[in-house]
């Protein structure tokens, strides 16, 4: 059974600051999406990263994935408001029909 | 303008009751979705359809079921069976749900239901 687990699940920040969102499943996958979501609202696709060392940039996110540790990683550089939300990341199962697994989420607060 | 729709927005239940989400894409697209998602939680898979008069169960799905009579539309009915309803239930889409396709998820703006 493919397990996604993010940490941490809660993360209040200042503004300019920069930090990282931890993303680790427990079987082989090669597909990983990094998804935002505002309150009440519909997740948002931010990322989709395909192979072992991809590496992608958006404005202040970053998103990597290491397959070999079954890890991935969402940095935020020098954090503002706009950024406060629930990020999730969502790992494709191989095994069981190409389906998504999600993790629990992220919610960042950015504080002023 | 393409995307999914998905109504209603709110939906209040009484207990005993069924009731049925709308969900409803205009991308062609042949895959289709249903999560549940509970305060502070992931998502959970309840049913999906890889195409038309064809779905599966997620892990979830005990409560629920669900029809694909056209290619855009994937209803999911909420029966009295599902003893703790009240989630917010979020539709998808992708173009293929095939092993070793590129097949990202679109996703609805969600409908909440609470049970009175």
């Known amino acids: 059974e493919l397990k996604v687990e993010q940490n941490p699940l809660f993360l209040s920040m200042q503004e300019g600051k920069n930090y990282t969102i931890y993303c680790n499943y427990s079987?082989?996958?090669?597909?990983l999406y990094w998804y935002r979501q505002d309150p009440g609202k519909s997740l948002e696709s931010l990322f989709v990263l395909l192979s072992n060392g991809a590496v992608k940039q958006e404005g202040r996110l970053m998103a990597s994935l290491d397959t070999k540790a079954r890890l991935s990683t969402l940095h935020i550089t020098a954090a503002v408001h706009d950024l406060s939300a629930t990020y999730f990341c969502a790992v494709v199962n191989n095994n069981a029909g190409n389906m998504l697994t999600f993790g629990g989420g992220t919610r960042l607060m950015v504080k002023p | 303008d393409g995307g999914i729709t998905q109504s209603p927005k709110y939906l209040f239940r009484k207990e005993g009751q069924n009731v049925t989400l709308s969900c409803e894409q205009n991308l062609n697209h042949d895959a289709m979705y249903w999560y549940r998602q509970d305060p502070g939680q992931g998502l959970r898979l309840i049913y999906y359809s890889q195409i038309v008069n064809d779905f599966q169960k997620g892990d979830i799905a005990e409560g629920y079921s669900v029809s694909r009579e056209k290619k855009e539309s994937f209803p999911l009915t909420v029966t009295s069976a599902q003893k703790n309803p009240t989630a917010f239930y979020l539709c998808a889409s992708s173009r293929t749900s095939l092993v070793g396709s590129y097949n990202e998820q679109f996703f609805g703006p969600g409908t909440r239901l609470t049970v009175l």
């Open positions: 079987t082989t996958s090669d597909r």
